[in-house]
């Protein structure tokens, strides 16, 4: 019995040395990176394996998904906590972070390396978005993923159907009609193919989907002096035309998130929709697609307006209480390098320069390049504000309300520039 | 909690052996570490919420103001959510409280494997909430969900069956989680409580000559009430606070539609850092969950003293 | 005679129906952690006929962090239950056999139960702005102290009512004989209650074992997340790991389950706080 004992509070006792060990980085060799959870994530969790192997300075990764990854960076930001060396930032929440001084400025450490600012290799619309204010200011972030949104279509059901590859909005609409009506058995494993999938779950979903068909119809999220208008003509237009794509996508499709829309792709059971290159890799994966060597990628339709897509890279920046900024430098700058772009780009993640995309090896490998290349330099980001998350997240509700049938799309659309206003208001 | 709260009253006059004055030492030791603890992560958070409710910052400056709670009023968000907390809250309390009834009466009488039921009912409340969450969010996939996948199976026409994406439908399957999760909860303590009533009432009853119902609601329901108030209660409290299976099931969509209180005040307070107005919509929870428990508990006391 | 039988066969019917609607989710999440991707979503879905891989779980343990999670998971629980049990144990004792106002007794009680009534959101923003000031954030000391504080109410009134079960003359004639009475809690009283005590260690354990919302906010790294924060994890803007989820979901389920099954007498007692007896 005492014996017994003993060994419980023992081992307690051990259990609690344990528990206590500080999880600070004090030593100087290792550093944190708070990152995406999914393909982009994994790029960077690669690249922080091998330059382990390289260098020998280990690097500790945190992953969450994607809403928690703000949330996560924002608390320790705001706290002053130091928990992470380096964060991957979606472009959007960049404004947010580099107005509230939260990073580290870039250009002093990289005039201790002898620049003067960023490799002109970096596409310019990507390395903007690093800048703060947008385009002019100083530089706090350099872009590591080249995400700019393309239209991923099934070229064997357009050809099947003698479709044309969409140049307008109208065209996809037509061709997602005809799908939706005419393949009613055409699906690996049987069963309706979809014309289009969208998704339109509340938040950076349905905002992300909307924003490219909001733009081409002439829509804006701010007039020239800054007040809201999304419920202008255009903007009701476009949600109108979004609901008429929903008609021809999956049930349900009002709370998709980026997994349900391409589980469809790749199950084969809708044709058409919006995507980020991440993806593409994807589709000749046998362990996971069943639609191998039939999708095919191309920059979006246009409307009143050419097509533009939005622009959706990955950041990695320094926080401005790091506690090892030039360890965490280094490794900004080899991850950025175009050696280590490249072998990021191989694995599948769209790279941030000009000179990776028209690589023959890259091309080779990947025949959408081309177009995503276009893409990337004829997009647009989403509105730089600090407030954007506040503002998305109640477009989103509102995007997502007009999808389910909740709401009209003028009601949906007034409702959500009276709330953008009041967050507009308070954040004054 | 009838018989605790009386539990002094036992047998054993009081200690013959040590005098008062060590008692109260002992008492103040034994007790301080408990009331320290507790203090320090119930009492003290609770007045620092206080005060960051009644602080608002505007342009980089912090003041006092009554701002938040004003705002509460006005906010369509704080009084949907409000809503959506108290329906998913009334509703799933009542199927939970008449299913566990059912399934504790037909399994009073002793019958053969009981325990084997049993353990098998209670395997849902054992489970992390999140792996709730996770297990319901993959069955009610429309698409690939074993749910609809079941259905098409049978011939129904799914389309329809949105589970998390329809406004109505998805507040129906988060209360049809809650359910599945926690009636086996209101089938224990009411079985429990059903094994607690001696005999002699019920043969009094048959002596009387009344019939099936008229025991059950004479006999059986007014000597089940303690443990009925106590499922109640326990099952509010946990109602009204719901954030871990929303959170992963639909995250509080489609649309806001499924947005709980917890959920609301949480994405306030770290996803868009507005400390202050988070802890006045958690006063309003708090506040809520306080008259309601003092409610039930005010109809245990006074089934005491009755 | 017939019909009684016939009572008894639908009675069982219905209570067959009911298990299987309660435990068919578990398997199928059992079934989604060994199956390939493919079959995964394979409609209509494949409830028995499908090659089992292990592959899920070597990725959720070996390639990702989910064996650190299991161990911050077991090593919160247990040290925040110890902490409870010891700390619990002489209060509920206190308030058990000591003599004192009976008033006293009872609001003190009251109010040890009411803080297990605060919703965790109340609470949450300021521990968290709390534990970032202590500079505990992302700590698992943190969530030790939080737990132990979650799991102390509830053994309290556990232990309150075992004491109260054993009658006082076992101690008292241990004190006349000379002992004192930390003494004869320790050798008369512990023992007694030791079945007691080990059911409200399980349900400690379950407790912590389970707390998603504050793990979720005061931790920020691998080397503080525990289990469910990190099942949480996988629902990714891009695709949800579902076989890594699964797999993680049915390792964090199968120690609960089987501690469950083991205090399953003291389950009611348990679950109401000890206001109903198991």
Redesign the interface.
């Known amino acids: 019995m005492r014996i017994q004992a003993g060994i419980v509070i023992a081992s307690i006792a051990i259990l609690f040395t344990v528990a206590c060990q500080s999880n600070t980085n004090s030593n100087a060799k290792q550093l944190t990176l708070a990152v995406n959870s999914g393909v982009e994530g994994d790029a960077l969790k690669q690249a922080a394996k091998d330059y382990e192997a390289q260098t020998g300075v280990h690097i500790n990764i945190a992953e969450f998904p994607y809403a928690n990854l703000f949330e996560k960076e924002l608390i320790d930001l705001t706290a002053r906590a130091g928990a992470y060396d380096l964060i991957m930032l979606d472009d959007p929440w960049f404004p947010k972070f580099a107005s509230q001084q939260l990073l580290t400025e870039l250009s002093p450490l990289l005039q201790t390396k002898g620049q003067s600012g960023p490799d002109e290799d970096f596409v310019p619309t990507s390395i903007a978005l690093g800048r703060e204010p947008y385009q002019t200011g100083a530089l706090y972030a350099l872009p590591y993923v080249g995400n700019s949104q393309l239209l991923f279509y099934r070229k064997d059901l357009f050809a099947k159907y003698s479709l044309k590859e969409p140049a307008i909005w109208e065209e996809a609409l037509a061709a997602a009609k005809t799908i939706s009506e005419l393949e009613t058995n055409g699906a690996p494993g049987g069963g309706k193919v979809y014309g289009y999938v969208m998704r339109a779950a509340q938040g950076n979903a349905a905002v992300a989907d909307f924003m490219p068909i909001f733009w081409a119809f002439g829509g804006e999220m701010f007039d020239p002096v800054g007040r809201p208008a999304v419920n202008s003509y255009e903007g009701i237009a476009a949600l109108k035309f979004m609901l008429e794509l929903g008609k021809y996508s999956p049930p349900g499709y009002a709370s998709f998130n980026a997994d349900e829309v391409g589980a469809h792709l790749l199950q084969g059971t809708a044709a058409m929709s919006i995507n980020w290159p991440a993806w593409i890799s994807a589709f000749d994966d046998p362990s996971r697609s069943k639609v191998i060597s039939k999708m095919e990628f191309t920059t979006l339709p246009g409307a009143k307006n050419p097509g533009r897509a939005e622009i959706g890279n990955w950041l990695i920046a320094i926080p401005r209480d790091a506690r090892n900024k030039e360890a965490a430098f280094e490794f900004l700058l080899w991850a950025t390098s175009a050696e280590q772009m490249k072998r990021s780009a191989l694995r599948g993640n769209p790279p941030t320069r000009k000179s990776l995309f028209t690589d023959p090896e890259l091309v080779k490998k990947f025949p959408a390049y081309p177009a995503q290349l276009r893409s990337l330099e004829s997009s647009r980001p989403r509105p730089r504000t600090p407030l954007w998350n506040e503002i998305e997240n109640v477009f989103g509700i509102y995007l997502s309300k007009a999808n389910s049938g909740e709401l009209s799309p003028e009601e949906a659309m007034n409702q959500a520039n009276t709330e953008i206003a009041k967050i507009l208001e308070r954040g004054k | ?5 009386n ?2 009253n ?3 006059a ?5 005098g ?1 004055g060590s ?2 030492a ?2 103040y030791l ?2 301080g ?3 320290f ?2 203090f ?3 009492i ?3 007045i ?2 206080v005060s ?1 409710s009644l602080q608002i910052t ?2 980089g400056i912090t003041r006092w103001s009554l701002q938040n709670f004003v705002r509460l009023v006005s906010d369509q968000f704080f009084l949907a959510a409000l809503g959506h907390t108290l329906v998913f809250a009334v509703v799933a309390l009542t199927l939970e409280f008449l299913l566990g009834l059912a ?1 504790a009466v ?2 009073n009488k002793q ?1 053969r494997g009981r ?1 084997f ?15 709730v ?7 009610l ?6 749910v609809n ?2 259905l ?2 049978f011939g129904l026409n799914t ?9 109505r439908l ?1 507040m129906f399957s988060i209360i049809a989680v809650d359910v ?1 999760q926690w009636t ?2 209101m089938f ?2 009411l ?3 059903l094994q ?1 009533i001696p005999q002699e009432p019920y043969e009094a009853a048959l002596i009387d000559g009344s019939n099936a119902w008229q025991t059950f609601r004479h006999v059986t329901l007014p000597l089940l009430k ?2 009925i108030l ?2 109640l209660l ?1 099952r509010t ?1 946990d109602l ?2 719901v ?2 299976q929303v ?2 099931l ?8 499924t947005e709980t ?2 959920l609301y ?3 306030t ?5 507005d ?1 202050g107005y ?2 006045a919509m ?2 309003v ?2 506040l809520i ?2 008259i309601i ?1 003092a409610f039930y508990i005010r109809i245990l006391q006074a089934k005491e003293s009755g | 005679m017939g019909r009684l039988t016939m009572r008894k066969f639908l009675k069982y019917l219905l209570l067959l129906s009911v298990l299987i609607a309660t435990l068919t989710p578990v398997y199928w999440m059992l079934t989604i952690s060994l199956k390939r991707e493919v079959d995964q979503f394979a409609v209509p879905p494949r409830w028995f006929s499908f090659s089992p891989t292990l592959e899920h779980y070597s990725d959720a343990f070996l390639n990702r962090s989910f064996g650190q999670y299991l161990l911050t998971s077991m090593i919160v629980a247990v040290c925040s239950t110890f902490c409870a049990l010891v700390i619990g144990t002489i209060a509920a004792y206190a308030l058990a056999r000591l003599k004192m106002p009976a008033r006293l007794n009872r609001k003190l009680s009251l109010w040890i139960l009411s803080t297990r009534m605060f919703p965790p959101i109340v609470t949450a923003v300021p521990l968290f702005l709390m534990m970032r000031d202590l500079q505990l954030l992302n700590t698992r000391l943190s969530l030790i102290i939080l737990y132990t504080g979650f799991n102390l109410p509830f053994v309290v009134w556990m232990m309150r009512g075992f004491f109260v079960e054993v009658p006082r003359e076992l101690e008292e004639a241990a004190m006349v004989d000379g002992d004192t009475r930390l003494g004869a809690l320790r050798r008369v009283l512990l023992p007694l209650v030791a079945p007691g005590l080990a059911a409200t260690a399980v349900f400690c354990l379950i407790i912590s074992w389970n707390e998603f919302l504050f793990a979720l906010v005061l931790t920020q790294t691998d080397a503080a997340m525990t289990l469910p924060v990190g099942i949480a994890g996988r629902v990714t803007q891009y695709e949800i790991k579902w076989g890594v989820m699964s797999a993680a979901g049915v390792v964090a389920m199968l120690p609960i389950l089987v501690f469950a099954m083991a205090v399953q007498r003291y389950l009611v007692r348990g679950l109401s706080l000890g206001a109903v007896k198991g």
Request: charged share 10%.
């Open positions: 909690m009838r018989r605790f709260l539990a002094e036992k047998k054993g009081g200690s013959r052996v040590s008062v008692d109260k002992l008492a034994l007790l570490p408990t009331v603890v507790l320090a992560l119930s003290y958070p609770l620092h919420a960051l505007s342009g399934l037909l399994l019958i325990s039921f049993r353990a098998g009912l209670l395997v849902p409340m054992m489970l992390p909430t999140v792996v969450g996770i297990i319901w969010r993959l069955m996939n429309p698409n690939f969900g074993a996948g079941t098409k199976g389309a329809a069956f949105t589970w998390t994406s329809s406004p998805a599945w086996p909860f224990l303590i079985l429990a409580g607690a303690p443990a106590v499922a326990l409290m009204l606070r954030f871990d959170f992963i639909t995250e509080g969509g489609p649309g806001f539609a209180l917890s005040i949480y994405r307070a770290f996803r868009f850092s400390f988070a802890a958690s006063f929870l708090l969950t306080n428990s």
